[in-house]
C-alpha cells in the first residue's frame, strides 16, 4: 500500500503528534528537513515498528520555525 499521512493531531495540551497509515511489522522512519531545498534529510528519531494500522509520533516544533516531514517505509 501506498505511504499516506493521516493528518497532525494536537492532544489535550497542545502537544502534537503525526499520525500515519501503517501496515503490522513494517518497519518506517520520519524524517524531517529544515530547508526545503536541503538535500539532506535527517531522521526524526528510532525507525518505528507497526503493530497496528495506524500509529502517531509526537513532534516538537518549538524553535523550529518552519519543518518539512517525510514518512519512509524501511522494509
Known sequence: PALRWDGIVVGPKGELSLAFST???RTYRIEYKD???DPQWVPLGVDLVATG???SIPIDPAGSGRRFYRLVQVN
Request: glycine letters at 12%; a negative charge.
Open 23 to 25: 501496515t503490522p511489522g
Open 35 to 37: 530547508v526545503i531545498d
Open 53 to 55: 494500522v495506524t500509529m
